[in-house]
């Protein structure tokens, strides 16, 4: 089961779109008759009621897509349980309750609204309109399991690890280690040995290339990325170029967004000492051909880093059927908290490299003459790390595997289909990359209109997107803007989520005032 998204057949853009049927429609708008909501800008957006009715449609009134094949849609009469077994779909009241998806019960049908109770945040408004979260390609929100998992870890187990011979130095280390083998499941790595916890990608992009780049890297030597990166795997390579003398190449990209893998095989050769790319770009949503582009760049000595932030909370992860040297990603993209992340690394290979910062728990030995240094993954942890927040990305981790990556996958798959649809069909609208293959990214700009301004006005109206260059201005610039509006998805989105954002979208394209 391919857990890829794919979008390159247009066929479903002229399908018709359903308007949830339980509620009377003004003729000029299409929209529910209601009281005028706070304009700004001068365009009217869905009050509160109407985006109610819309987060509460039931997902079986959806339409799927004209031309798409039933196999690959999450809702085609069957749903998926949190254990991998298609079970009868099953809808439950929307609305809060005590059920975790989590708790895997034996035939429980894999339903939004129910994994939804999960999320205490979605049961926010903003501005007096309920919470749509559509940014979660900047973070996601954060499950009931990990909050607990956090709480549990202070009021019961918090210690500095690895050190003391007490209780709650024994509970906080076994918490940790166990954390990382939860990471090196999630990830398919051979050993805990090779997964290093860091503050997320940003970090783990930056000690290779202040570890292992420092001390391999010389004049003359290429470094290439895509044009894809987000700047954090952008700088971290400059920097280095401009420390070790190297050469700093960029593969380029087409007009869909997709990488043009003859001119990215054209600039490998042997020069170059490594490949770094995004497995998922955050701007566009491509999927990068991530298998083959490590393919060739091993094939001319090369080492490869893929850059995971956007792609693990979307896709399977599985580093050996990827082949790469480095792999990292950070907690809180896949429902974990901020400030922790996790790199892979071939165990190997981390050994060989010297480490990036020195201190306490990276040491075998120390004297005033010289230090030896622990084997991965310890010499690359050097003092107090962030324990708790390793926990807590240990239970975001496992509560995704509950649910099931590839459910996910297929939830969000029709997510993307639908959303696409939808914005397709309001006049002026421009989907910003259309790759082959896409996950969880609907970025768009709108004639005559300010992106900052759009995302200002759908906050009024309780919806969450970025509008920016998404610390991504190369490859927005390949397009010929500064910036887009972006809303991204997660497993706990709906389709009224994408139709209350259409609503708002379409109010503002109609508006007769330039914003």
């Given amino acids: 089961m391919t857990t890829r998204i794919h979008i390159a057949d247009s066929s479903f853009a002229s399908a018709p ?66 254990s991998g077994i298609d079970v ?4 439950p009241e929307p609305g809060w309750g005590a059920f975790s998806a989590g708790q895997a019960i034996p035939g429980q049908a894999f339903d939004v609204y129910v994994i939804r109770r999960d999320f205490p945040v979605l049961a926010e408004t903003v501005n007096g309109r309920p919470l749509v979260w559509l940014d979660n390609a ?15 870890f202070y009021a019961r187990e918090n210690s500095n690890i690895h050190r003391a011979a007490h209780e709650l130095a024994a509970r906080a280390t076994d918490a940790y280690e166990a954390a990382r083998e939860t990471v090196r499941r999630f990830v398919n790595a051979r050993s805990a040995n090779e997964i290093v916890f860091v503050r ?14 420092r001390q391999n890297l010389r004049p003359g030597d290429e470094i290439l990325i895509t044009w894809l990166e987000h ?25 869909r967004g997709d990488i043009l893998l003859d001119e990215y095989a054209k600039l490998l050769g042997p020069k170059t000492r490594i490949v770094a790319f995004t497995q998922v770009s955050n701007a566009l949503g491509t999927v990068t051909p991530a298998a083959e582009m490590t393919r060739l760049a091993h094939a001319c000595g090369a080492k490869v880093l893929i850059d995971g932030a956007q792609s693990v909370s979307h896709l399977r992860t599985d580093v050996l059927a990827l082949g790469c040297d480095w792999f990292m990603f950070s907690g809180h993209k896949v429902f974990g908290p901020t400030g922790i992340g996790a790199l892979y690394g071939k165990e190997e290979l981390l050994n060989a490299t010297a480490p990036w910062q020195g201190g306490g728990n990276m040491i075998q030995d120390v004297t005033f003459e010289r230090t030896l240094y622990q084997d991965a993954p310890a010499r690359f942890e050097a003092g107090t790390g962030n324990i708790a ?16 990556i590839d459910n996910i996958a297929r939830h969000e798959h029709d997510l993307l289909l639908y959303g696409t649809r939808l914005l397709s069909e309001i006049p002026g609208l421009k989907i910003i990359g259309q790759a082959a293959e896409k996950a969880g990214v609907l970025s768009f700009v709108l004639a005559g209109r300010d992106t900052v301004a759009i995302g200002g006005a759908l906050n009024k109206a309780g919806i969450a997107v970025r509008a920016g260059h998404h610390c991504a201005q190369p490859i927005l610039r390949r397009f010929g803007l500064e910036a887009t509006v972006r809303p991204s998805l997660a497993l706990y989105n709906t389709h009224a989520d994408l139709d209350a954002l259409a609503a708002a979208v379409g109010k503002i394209a109609r508006a007769g005032k330039t914003i």
């Fill in 389 to 404: 927040d390793a926990v807590g990305l240990g239970a975001a981790l496992e509560y995704v595997e509950r649910i099931g």
């Fill in 88 to 91: 009868p779909v099953t809808r």
């Fill in 231 to 255: 700047h954090a795997n952008i700088v971290p390579w400059q920097q280095l170029a401009t420390q070790s003398g190297a050469v700093l190449k960029v593969a380029p990209v087409d007009d």
């Fill in 138 to 152: 900047a973070t996601t929100q954060k499950p009931r399991a990990v909050i607990d998992r956090l709480a549990h």
């Fill in 200 to 213: 997320g990608a940003t970090e783990g992009i930056n000690l290779v290339a202040q570890s292992w780049g």
């Fill in 17 to 82: 779109v359903a308007v949830p049927p339980s509620f009377p429609t003004s003729a000029a708008s299409g929209l529910p008759l209601d009281e005028a909501p706070p304009a700004l800008f001068d365009v009217p957006l869905p009050d509160i009621r109407e985006l109610d009715v819309l987060k509460n449609a039931p997902t079986e009134a959806r339409p799927v897509p004209a031309g798409a094949s039933g196999a690959y849609y999450f809702l085609d009469g069957a749903a998926f349980s949190p």
